[in-house]
């Protein structure tokens, strides 16, 4: 069975920081509070838990578009190709917050997927917890969100829910308080222009 942490949303207990890594550290899968849903992820540096990953979603690993947890915009470069001044002034303007950006992957990407992926989604969310975990971790996490996009459904706010449901499938669930219902927006700068692929609850900044 699960743990579950009550995580304060502001100034986040060290000890279950340390015990949130940890369990990453060791091939662990989490569900956490972001700046919108409640998420599902793992470190990006176990291949043991990006396959529970893909597992819970119902997936084949060398199908999966799962999106990275990254700290800073310095993280995000590791794994993109060189970023345009454009796409880097929308970055740093709408970054932290509630967007999945879609930009050029680089050859990293396809090496860990084993495909030839040439895409990769990016988050730098506005939650100190999950800001402290991938700190304190030192590389980012793979995330995927528990919403069924098609149904706005309770457990996805209510973290103690969450646990009642996922208990049995993850190692932890992080409580830091009611989640929002609105997922992400999801924005594709691989091309010239802008585009929305979904909306959010936050409006872009360009």
């Keep these: ?26 091939d662990g899968v989490i569900i956490y509070p972001t700046d919108s849903v409640y998420a599902l992820g793992c470190s990006m540096t176990s291949k043991k838990a990006l396959e529970r990953l893909a597992r819970f979603k119902h997936i084949d690993l060398k199908k999966a578009r799962f999106s990275f947890i990254c700290k800073d915009l310095q993280d995000i470069s590791q794994y993109t190709l060189t ?52 700190d304190q971790l030192r590389n980012p996490l793979l995330t995927t969100s528990i919403l069924d996009e098609d149904k706005i459904i309770e457990y996805s706010t209510d973290p103690e829910l969450i646990w009642e449901r996922y208990n049995n499938q993850v190692d932890l669930v992080i409580d830091g308080g009611y989640g929002s219902n609105i997922p992400t927006a999801i924005v594709d700068l691989t091309q010239k222009e802008v585009t929305i692929v979904r909306e959010g609850g936050k409006d872009l900044i360009y």
């Design 1 to 26: 069975m699960g743990e579950l942490l009550k995580i304060h949303p502001q100034t986040p207990q060290q000890r279950f920081i340390d015990r949130a890594v940890e369990i990453l550290q060791n």
């Design 83 to 134: 970023l345009s001044t454009k796409v880097f002034k929308i970055l740093k303007k709408n970054t932290p917050g509630p967007f999945t950006f879609i930009l050029p992957a680089n050859k990293s990407i396809p090496r860990m997927f084993d495909n030839s992926r040439k895409t990769v989604g990016l988050r730098i969310p506005d939650n100190k917890i999950l800001h402290f975990i991938v």
